[in-house]
C-alpha cells in the first residue's frame, strides 16, 4: 500500500504543512484508520477512495490527527489533490465527499491548486477569562469560528505578539474544542502577505499546526471586511511557515497553495 508524505502550502520539501496520503480500495475499520495516523504523526493523514462515476463526488475523503477524526482540513486535502494530479489517479477538478460536504479542488497549469470550502460563521464573543494569561498577549477581539474550524479566532496587537507567542497549551485548550487562531495585520504588505497568523490545536493532539488551510475560511472574512478586499494572502507564521491565497465568494472560500511530494514509501501492515 503506497504512503506519501505531501508538503502542503509551500513549494519546497520541509516547508509548509506536511500531510500523510493514502489511496485506498475502501475505508478499513476506524481504529485502523486512526493507528496509522498515529504511526505517521503529522497534524493530518488523509485516506481517500475513488467513488462510482455518476454520483455528486469523485473521490471519500477522510482525516485523521493523531488523536481523533476531524471534520474538515485543509492543508491535507490539499495535498491528497496534489497526489491524485501528479499520479494521473485523477484528472481536471476532484470532488471529494467530505463530512463537511462536497469539497472541490482544483489544479491550475502552474501547479497552483485551489479548494473550494465553505466560509466559516464568525460570531463575536468575549474573550474568556484566562486566555490572555495562557498565551502571554491580550487579544483585541475574539470570535467562535462554528463547528467545522472549531477554534477560538483572536486577533492581537501586532505581527510581532503573534510571532512572539509561547502559549500554555493545556491552559488554551480549556477554552474551544480545538484550540486558538490567532492572528494580526501584516506589519509591511510589500512583503507578500496581507496578514499573519498561528494556530494551536491541543486539544485534537496538535500543539501547533504549521499551516491551517480550515483556519483560513474564517481568517478570509475577519480579514475580508477589515481591508476592504475579496482575495488576500495570510502568512502562517509557524517555524516551518507556509502561504495561502484566500478568495471570499460569500458563503464559499477559495484556498490556493502549492504542494511537493517529499517522501514516498510503502505501507506494510
Not at 490567532?182 to 496538535?206: H, K, L, M, Q, W
Request: charged share 20%.
Amino acid at each position: 500500500m503506497r504512503m506519501r508524505i505531501v508538503d502542503a502550502f509551500t513549494d519546497r520539501p520541509f516547508a509548509g504543512n506536511p500531510a500523510g496520503v493514502l489511496l485506498l480500495d475502501s475505508f478499513p475499520e476506524d481504529d485502523w484508520l486512526q493507528k496509522v495516523a498515529l504511526e505517521v504523526n503529522h497534524a493530518e493523514t488523509a485516506f481517500a477512495h475513488r467513488l462510482p462515476e455518476g454520483g455528486e463526488a469523485d473521490w471519500a475523503l477522510r482525516w485523521f490527527t493523531p488523536a481523533t477524526e476531524v471534520v474538515m482540513c485543509g492543508h491535507a486535502t490539499l495535498a491528497t489533490a496534489h497526489v491524485l494530479h501528479t499520479t494521473g489517479a485523477h484528472v481536471g477538478p476532484v470532488r471529494f465527499s467530505t463530512r463537511s460536504g462536497v469539497l472541490v479542488a482544483s489544479t491550475g497549469e502552474d501547479g497552483w491548486i485551489t479548494l473550494d470550502f465553505p466560509t466559516a460563521p464568525l460570531t463575536p464573543v468575549d474573550v474568556p477569562e484566562g486566555v490572555a494569561a495562557a498565551l502571554g498577549a491580550e487579544p483585541r477581539t475574539a470570535f467562535d469560528t462554528g463547528p467545522n474550524v472549531g477554534a477560538l479566532l483572536v486577533e492581537l496587537a501586532d505581527e510581532k505578539t503573534v510571532r512572539g507567542l509561547a502559549p500554555d497549551l493545556k491552559a488554551l485548550g480549556a477554552h474551544s474544542s480545538h484550540g486558538l487562531i490567532t492572528t494580526a495585520r501584516a506589519e509591511d504588505p510589500a512583503r507578500g502577505y496581507d496578514f499573519v497568523s498561528r494556530c494551536f490545536f491541543p486539544n485534537v493532539g496538535i500543539d501547533e499546526d504549521p499551516v491551517t488551510g480550515g483556519a483560513h475560511t474564517a481568517l478570509a472574512p475577519y480579514w475580508s471586511e477589515r481591508l476592504g478586499r475579496s482575495d488576500l494572502t495570510g502568512l502562517q507564521a509557524s517555524p516551518r511557515s507556509g502561504l495561502v491565497r484566500t478568495g471570499l465568494r460569500g458563503d464559499r472560500t477559495l484556498l490556493t497553495g502549492r504542494a511537493v511530494t517529499v517522501i514516498e514509501g510503502e505501507l506494510l501492515d
